[in-house]
């Protein structure tokens, strides 16, 4: 590339000199680090150029080259814009991923509550088949139970079980209702076999004998004693030649004693102490042969310890 010259006036000062010379050098870098727009940027200085228009061509130059750093600086920004959204597009990926594993072994999970659900509506519906064919036997051996037991409580007892009756004998009873009342009238009647109970009551110890007022002490199902209001005289329930027939044996003398301090005991009026009280002659009844063939199911998840109904 020729060289050009620039001409000076002979008389510019050293200063102007000097300006045009910076000028000159400023004008060189740009051509040097743009090289392919030198022609379209800074054509060449002819000899008649002057020195206006040479700082006018600079300042264009200087110009064009802050548009071009801005437009750079521009896609650097864009670009480092695209590199953050790429990681964070990255790290969503990795997490989806995390995700599908985690979800893959809850569907499995799932899958096998399913299949726990499904065998037990089976075995549900196994037991619903035998459920209330069961429940009728239990309620028909409770109440053969009953008459044959001791004669506390008759007609709460046997108010109790036709309350049962009713509700298993009820169309639009469902079945966990009866299942439950069943279980609770179980659960009344196996408790009174632990009681200690002492009440008032009126006995006729024979047929030929007027009626005594006294106190009755109930040892479970196992005895039932009466002791007279004057506290002299003492009887013991024997089973006689019916369930539904008991006799009163009357006790010894020294018995009576002996009686009125289990009352005592029955009612927390005296600590408790071992006594020898005369046993029934007569034992309980065994269980009707029905009862002890009564098929046995499994066992329900809860069930109601409740009253009376």
Known sequence: MPCSRILL????????????????????????????????????????????????????????????????????????????????????????????????????????????????????????????????????????????DLPFLPEERAERLKSLRTVLDDYNAPLGEKLRRTLEVLLVEARYGSEVAAEQAVIRPGPEQGQLQGRTLRLGRLAQYFLSRNGERGFVLERGTSPTAPVWRELPADAAGTLARALDMADRAAPAMPLALPAPETLPLPIPAQAQQAPILPAPGASHAGGDS
Do not use: M
């Open 9 to 148: 006036p002979c008389f510019a000062s050293p200063d102007q000199i000097r300006a045009i010379a910076l000028a000159v050098a400023l004008l060189s870098l740009v051509l040097l680090l743009c090289p392919g727009s030198a022609a379209r940027a800074a054509p060449p200085a002819t000899p008649n150029a002057s020195l206006p228009q040479a700082a006018g061509e600079l300042s264009h130059s200087l110009e064009q080259a802050r548009t071009a750093q801005a437009a750079i600086d521009a896609e650097a920004r864009e670009l480092q814009k695209l590199l953050a959204e790429q990681q964070t597009q990255r790290q969503y990926l990795l997490w989806l991923e995390h995700q599908n594993s985690k979800y893959e072994k809850y569907i499995q999970q799932r899958k096998h509550a399913v299949e726990l659900l499904e065998q037990r509506r089976q075995e549900a519906g196994t037991i619903r088949l035998a459920l209330e064919p069961a429940l009728d036997d239990l309620a028909r051996n409770l109440e053969e139970a009953v008459q044959q």
